[in-house]
């Protein structure tokens, strides 16, 4: 088996590693979005923000059988190498996955990197191979779809008038797009209080966010061809920026909704502001994008307070992904 790196400008790859990602979700986890060479094209070049992963393409003779990623940080967590990989459902237990995760696992040494992170759509076969190779089950998240067309307006408007006399120190803003320069400081301090979120066992440290971030977050979710819908709260009588809920809409597929971010900062917690930013976002989605249909979210299965939220909207449960961690000998 030959490994070889590619990027975001060889088309030929990335056509490969499209069709190959499709072929495995059919199998592990059908109800996923279809990828396409324009996300993927992305997806290479930007990662989530600003840091893309290097990705591998594994071929016998001229079958592509497999693929694999590194991913690492210099924000935070400078320890880690976070790993992907797949191998084509026909070519598995052929000892293709174990190459592939050598391979990565010297990449991450390499650069320096003491332990790996490596997810996975639960399964006996994702289990039995972390088992063989030593990863350790460290946390579980959960992915959860919306069906726009069963949220049942009268009890979220309900939802939302109860919630509001608890927050009644805060205004709620909407906003559609990139942030302007001189918000991305005040967004990033926000945004850090998603450390607050669990990770289970998972050896690793708090997120670090700056304005920097920010950009190269919403310049990632463009280059992906989403719309970015941002609804905060800002407490009134400090001006601070309490809490934020973000949706990305697809532009080419207005049909698929991805839920980002929603954290409340530790200072403005107990009033009730998840439910609030949720159910006015969704409210704004309904005049703002008419074609949307779903919205898909993650969070820890651990995480009861978010999880407490998504099921008042009516979230329904797609899968399960173990993340799975060891450190490196």
């Given at each position: 088996?030959?490994?070889?790196?590619?990027?975001?400008?060889?088309?030929?790859?990335?056509?490969?590693?499209?069709?190959?990602?499709?072929?495995?979700?059919q199998?592990?986890?059908?109800?996923?979005?279809?990828?396409?060479?324009?996300?993927?094209?992305?997806?290479?070049?930007?990662?989530w923000?600003g840091?893309?992963?290097t990705?591998?393409?594994?071929?016998?003779?001229?079958?592509?059988?497999g693929?694999?990623a590194?991913?690492?940080?210099?924000?935070?967590?400078?320890?880690?190498a976070?790993?992907d990989?797949?191998?084509?459902?026909?070519?598995r237990?052929?000892?293709?996955?174990?190459?592939?995760?050598?391979?990565?696992?010297a990449?991450?040494?390499?650069?320096?990197?003491t332990s790996?992170?490596?997810d996975?759509?639960?399964s006996e076969?994702?289990?039995?191979?972390?088992?063989?190779h030593?990863?350790?089950?460290?946390?579980?998240?959960i992915?959860?779809?919306?069906?726009?067309?069963?949220?049942?307006?009268?009890t979220?408007?309900?939802?939302?008038?109860?919630?509001?006399?608890?927050?009644?120190?805060?205004?709620?803003?909407?906003?559609?797009?990139?942030?302007?320069?001189?918000?991305?400081?005040?967004?990033?301090?926000?945004?850090?209080?998603?450390?607050d979120?669990?990770t289970?066992?998972l050896?690793?440290?708090?997120?670090?966010?700056?304005?920097?971030?920010?950009?190269?977050?919403?310049?990632?979710?463009?280059?992906?061809?989403?719309?970015l819908?941002?609804?905060?709260?800002?407490?009134?009588?400090?001006?601070?920026?309490?809490?934020h809920?973000?949706?990305?809409?697809?532009?080419?597929e207005?049909?698929?909704?991805?839920?980002?971010?929603?954290?409340?900062?530790?200072?403005?917690?107990?009033?009730?502001?998840?439910v609030?930013?949720k159910?006015?976002?969704?409210r704004?989605?309904?005049?703002?994008?008419?074609?949307?249909?779903?919205i898909?979210?993650?969070?820890a299965?651990?995480?009861d307070?978010?999880?407490?939220?998504?099921?008042?909207?009516?979230?329904?449960?797609m899968g399960?992904?173990w993340?799975?961690?060891?450190?490196?000998?």
């Amino acid at each position: 088996m030959e490994i070889h790196p590619f990027g975001p400008d060889d088309t030929a790859a990335l056509a490969a590693w499209t069709d190959l990602v499709n072929v495995i979700a059919q199998v592990d986890a059908p109800w996923e979005r279809a990828m396409t060479t324009a996300r993927a094209e992305a997806r290479w070049r930007h990662g989530w923000d600003g840091e893309p992963g290097t990705p591998y393409l594994a071929r016998v003779g001229d079958r592509v059988v497999g693929w694999a990623a590194n991913s690492t940080s210099e924000y935070d967590n400078l320890h880690l190498a976070w790993l992907d990989l797949g191998v084509h459902p026909d070519h598995r237990r052929q000892g293709h996955g174990s190459t592939l995760l050598a391979a990565m696992e010297a990449e991450a040494r390499r650069a320096g990197r003491t332990s790996v992170v490596i997810d996975a759509w639960e399964s006996e076969a994702a289990d039995g191979f972390a088992k063989v190779h030593g990863l350790d089950r460290k946390s579980a998240e959960i992915n959860r779809r919306q069906f726009l067309a069963e949220i049942d307006w009268a009890t979220l408007d309900r939802r939302y008038d109860e919630a509001l006399p608890h927050a009644a120190d805060y205004v709620l803003e909407r906003r559609f797009g990139p942030t302007p320069d001189e918000g991305l400081e005040e967004l990033a301090v926000m945004a850090s209080a998603i450390n607050d979120a669990p990770t289970d066992d998972l050896d690793c440290e708090d997120e670090v966010f700056n304005g920097e971030r920010m950009r190269a977050y919403e310049t990632a979710v463009d280059a992906h061809g989403d719309d970015l819908y941002r609804v905060v709260a800002r407490h009134v009588p400090t001006g601070e920026l309490a809490a934020h809920t973000v949706v990305a809409v697809s532009r080419t597929e207005p049909a698929w909704g991805g839920q980002h971010d929603t954290s409340v900062t530790r200072a403005h917690r107990g009033h009730r502001l998840g439910v609030l930013l949720k159910a006015d976002m969704l409210r704004w989605l309904r005049d703002a994008a008419p074609a949307l249909r779903t919205i898909d979210t993650w969070n820890a299965e651990s995480n009861d307070r978010m999880i407490e939220v998504n099921e008042v909207l009516a979230y329904r449960v797609m899968g399960r992904v173990w993340a799975y961690q060891r450190p490196l000998g």
